[in-house]
């Protein structure tokens, strides 16, 4: 980043390859100071739209009304994405690309809740999924509500717009029975994948953070599993960085009838206790799912559902024991900011209790 002269802001290349310029513009309530920031395709035009700000600014006008769609989108998305993982970065960033397209250099106070609308209706018209147009609105809300709060916009155009009806019942999520657990947990091969699906069932955890554990984040006796890490998907490749949210980072008891799978996963010398042809790298998430597939037929008489349904299946069956749905949330490591208060000081014997039950109901088919 290249310092200008005093009060001038700074302007630097961006990894993207875009140009930005940013300069200070007063302190917020706090203290801290208010930055504001331009965004380019090339170094000429940052400068133009800085020196554009500082003649209004000097004319007395007020400058917040100015921000493009596509100027205030970055910014919330520069300040939003430490609180994400790599994976939803990547994801975000394609549903971002497509909201700048429709709205590009629009003058952000001057989009109206009609534009919203019809904006998710072409979407929905060019055969767009009902979760593609739901992300695409999600986002918008995100990046306007940041706007209303900082005083750039009166109101959000996003919570007056018509949300888009589905047609039909809402998908359910899949997930196995109570009868299909107990006969995969009786049936499944006393293998790595037999013991890891095992504990997918009696734990909840993602398959991304199975796949990141290293032997040292599992207790010895096999009672506690330590999430600290995921798998993350960057361009098609699996790497290990950080769990979804600040939420996922969690211990995970197990029930005691599924301890022995933890002990012996935890048993191994390699550095994950899933790999799959590169030494110390971590298996890639579609290979763990075409193995898990093959292991469901060799059972039979199951749904044969992804990986991922284990989770659900988790969260159902802790329903139907009666847990409640914060100790379930704590338990997941859902990042509902509602409920984050009860994740931080969620009792160990809550959680115990919680666990015991999936022990109790399933006991009779505990390991011979």
């Known amino acids: 980043m ?25 302190f917020q309530d706090d203290g801290r100071p208010n930055k504001r920031c331009f965004y380019g395709k090339t170094q000429k035009e940052v ?33 939003h994405k430490d609180n994400i993982s790599l994976t939803t970065q990547e ?67 996003v919570r007056f717009a018509e949300k888009m009806r589905h047609k039909g019942q809402k998908k359910r999520k ?23 699906i095992r504990l997918l069932l009696g734990t909840g955890m993602r398959t991304q953070e199975l796949l990141a554990l290293e032997p040292c984040h599992i207790a010895e006796d096999g009672s506690v599993i330590q999430i600290q890490q995921a798998i993350n998907m960057v361009k098609g490749k699996g790497i290990v960085g950080t769990p979804k949210s600040s939420t996922s980072y969690r211990e995970v008891p197990v029930p005691a009838n599924l301890r022995y799978c933890a002990m012996a996963l935890r048993n191994t010398e390699f550095k994950y206790i899933w790999e799959a042809g ?19 037929e060799e059972v ?14 988790f969260v159902s069956q802790m329903q139907a024991l009666g847990v409640s749905m914060e100790t379930i949330q704590g338990l997941v490591g ?35």
């Not at 290249?2 to 940013?22: H, N, S, T």
């Not at 400068?47 to 205030?72: I, M, S, V």
């Not at 899949?174 to 890891?196: C, H, I, N, Q, W």
């Not at 039979?300 to 299946?313: K, S």
């Open 300 to 313: 039979g008489e199951v749904q044969i559902l992804t990986p991922h349904c284990c989770r659900h299946t």
């Open 174 to 196: 899949e997930a196995f029975t109570a009868a299909e657990v107990a006969r995969l947990l009786e049936k499944l091969p006393y293998d790595r994948m037999g013991y890891s």
């Open 91 to 157: 994801s975000y960033g394609y549903t971002l690309r497509v909201l700048k397209d429709a709205f590009s250099n629009r003058k952000l106070s001057s989009i109206r809740a009609y534009d919203v609308e019809q904006f998710l209706k072409r979407l929905k018209k060019d055969g767009q999924s009902d979760s593609r147009v739901t992300q695409c609105r999600g986002m918008l809300y995100q990046i306007f509500n940041k706007a209303e709060a900082n005083d750039i916009i009166r109101k959000n155009p």
């Open 278 to 296: 590169i030494p110390n790298q971590p298996c890639n998430p579609s290979y763990f799912r075409k193995k898990f597939k093959e292991a469901l």
């Open 47 to 79: 400068r133009e739209k800085l020196q554009q700000f500082q003649e209004q600014k000097t004319a007395g006008l007020n400058t917040y009304q100015n921000y493009t769609f596509e100027d205030w989108a970055d910014i919330w998305f520069d300040g």
């Open 2 to 26: 290249g310092k200008r002269c005093a009060g001038e802001g700074l302007i630097r290349k961006r990894k993207d390859g875009r140009w930005e310029a940013r300069v200070m513009d007063g």
């Open 334 to 368: 859902h990042a509902d900011i509602d409920m984050t208060e009860h994740y931080l000081h969620l009792q160990e014997s809550v959680r115990q209790d919680a666990i015991g039950r999936f022990a109790k109901r399933f006991a009779d088919v505990e390991a011979t």
